[in-house]
């Protein structure tokens, strides 16, 4: 279980002879995107990784909704506990 989105990362090298630096395509690369301390940070992945990271992500989402929806559930049920009777 991983927490992070599985992306395409499009950028330019930096390289002035590069074919980024003149317009040309940009470089590409798959990588996991994820946030520490409202910082993003990057961690490039192997092609033969992408289809198990992404994976790993969707049982992180699948995981986190079923926790918010318990945690609903329990907000819910001490909210109605406090409801006047009668």
Do not use: W
């Not at 995107?33 to 990271?53: C, G, I, W």
């Not at 994976?55 to 909704?65: E, I, N, Q, S």
Request: net charge positive; glycine share 6%; aromatic share 4%.
């Amino acid at each position: 279980m991983l927490r992070g989105t599985v992306l395409t990362h499009r950028r330019r090298c930096g390289k002035p002879n590069c074919r980024c630096a003149i317009g040309g395509e940009l470089h590409s690369s798959v990588v996991l995107s994820y946030s520490v301390h409202n910082k993003t940070k990057f961690v490039m992945l192997r092609a033969d990784e992408a289809p198990q990271v992404r994976a790993a992500t969707r049982r992180f989402r699948a995981a986190k909704a079923k926790l918010e929806a318990a945690a609903d559930k329990g907000l819910e049920q001490l909210i109605a506990s406090r409801a006047p009777r009668g």
